[in-house]
């Protein structure tokens, strides 16, 4: 019986400016999946119905997540696989990364991204309609993965831009059109911790959905790391286009040298880099991001009553900046819309669905080996889009990212309990998780199941929006 492979720990970037920069590829995906969502709809709605005082609920979801994803971190940058290929060793083994398929399908399939970018280019042209609108979207998505090099080196591309130009774009029109009252109330908001109350009118759905916020980052963010090449991670290989040849993945955990200290210490360097960047990238320009969103509802959504409903809720920021610097503002706040909602749509096929399905199939040794990953990747890849040409006809977008947001509550709850079992039993004992993290993913469980009940309890209310 042959030794198994040791692996050469890769030089971690450092924790400077530079080496924060350069992780940033994997923190501006989940970035730009959370703003696509609960930032650009929930909101400045909330806002605009009198609700920012159930702001502070996101320092919960928010808290849980990144406790969650710098564990998923470090499991990966450790053994070089994906968090779902790791679920295969969890009793009942071998089922779990199968149960990920419907669990991931029908928590971030619903295609709120394709509907919302569609009802703005409806606005702009008003040629065709938002089903038309919406195909013309999923194809330039599918296209995007069929001609990319590396499908992930594409949308990380597609990311950075867009949370750059978000980021900015949302300091500015808020310096311009917040006023101190404004942001004396979303602060209290965000700080008052229910000592206010329950809002009037606000449904009980929205306040569920607000706690799945900031989403975008989980368990998914496993694969994006393996992609940018962390720790471990620089062993496994990429997800290529149809047009160039393919690359194993890797689904087994690799090893490193236990014993030299110097390899110990560079991966504690790529563990302190996910944390870090977990917790800068991620968490604090997400509640920064919350704060601008909610600022913008309430200083003139709020003040000049407007309410929108159905196909309007997605277009509420380009309705802000119409308000403030007439039409032909309102027709270029409709196009930055475009981009972070189709910048949210692009990696739900390939992450939520697509790698997730891939895994499954991986991890199964009678099918294993037989077709490259990228074979049932691209299959599965290209029949989810065929599907949504279905899926975006049978909602507006605010209720399909509503059933988002009840799958990122289950999902974190879920993936807590997972990587609660895993890091405890299956990482070196050194690497383990501290009684802080362990008490925070039980407080993460238990949160999922009550913040599931709250959106149940108040589905009946929010079915009209």
């Known amino acids: 019986m042959s030794e198994k492979k040791i692996f050469k720990v890769p030089d971690p970037y450092p924790i400077t400016i530079a080496g924060m920069l350069a992780a940033l590829g994997p923190m501006a995906i989940s970035f730009g999946i959370s703003v696509g969502g609960g930032e650009a709809q929930l909101m400045p709605w909330l806002s605009a119905v009198g609700g920012h005082s159930i702001a502070w609920l996101m320092w919960l979801g928010g808290i849980f997540e ?44 619903w295609p709120f991204g394709v509907t919302g970018a569609a009802s703005a280019f409806y606005e702009i042209t008003k040629v065709g309609d938002y089903f038309l609108w919406s195909c013309a979207i999923l194809i330039f998505i599918l296209l995007v993965y069929y001609l990319s090099r590396y499908v992930y080196n594409a949308i990380e591309k597609i990311f950075m831009v867009v949370m750059v130009v978000n980021f900015a774009l949302l300091v500015i029109i808020a310096a311009l059109v917040a006023r101190p009252e404004d942001h004396l109330a979303i602060l209290r908001g965000f700080l008052n911790f229910g000592l206010d109350g329950w809002p009037k009118g606000v449904p009980l759905t929205t306040a569920a959905s607000l706690y799945s916020q900031p989403g975008g980052a989980m368990m998914f963010i496993s694969f994006w790391i393996l992609e940018s090449g962390w720790g471990l991670g620089r062993y496994s290989g990429k997800v290529t286009s149809p047009l160039r040849p393919p690359e194993e993945i890797n689904v087994e955990p690799l090893e490193f040298d236990m014993k030299d200290p110097e390899e110990v210490k560079k991966m504690w360097g790529w563990i302190r880099l996910g944390k870090y960047s977990i917790w800068i990238w991620w968490f604090a320009m997400c509640m920064i991001s919350g704060y601008l969103y909610f600022l913008l509802g309430r200083a003139v959504l709020f003040k000049e009553g407007i309410v929108v409903t159905g196909f309007k809720v997605p ?5 802000i900046i119409g308000k403030v610097w007439g039409p032909i503002m309102y027709s270029l706040g409709l196009i930055f819309i475009i981009f972070t909602l189709c910048d949210q749509a692009i990696p739900t096929y390939d992450t939520f669905i697509g790698r997730v399905c891939a895994d499954a199939i991986a991890t199964t040794p009678k099918l294993r080996g037989k077709r490259p ?15 949504s040409f279905y899926l975006v006809t049978i909602a507006a977008p605010f209720f399909l990212w509503m059933l988002n947001a009840l799958g990122w509550i289950y999902m974190r709850g879920i993936g807590s309990a997972l990587i609660l079992y895993a890091n405890n039993r299956f990482l070196p004992k050194e690497f383990r998780p501290s009684r802080l993290v362990n008490a925070i993913l039980v407080l993460s469980i238990i949160g999922s199941v009550i913040g599931v009940v709250a959106w149940v309890l108040g589905y009946t209310a929010v079915v009209k929006l």
């Open 66 to 109: 990144a406790v969650l994803v710098v564990e998923v971190i470090k499991y990966t940058v450790l053994t070089g696989r994906s968090f779902f290929t790791m679920t295969k060793d969890i009793p009942p083994r071998g089922w779990w990364p199968w149960l990920w398929i419907p669990i991931a399908a029908f928590g971030s399939w």
């Open 315 to 319: 277009l509420q920021i380009a309705i």
């Open 373 to 387: 990953y990228r074979f049932y990747y691209f299959i599965v890849v290209t029949v989810a889009i065929l599907i």
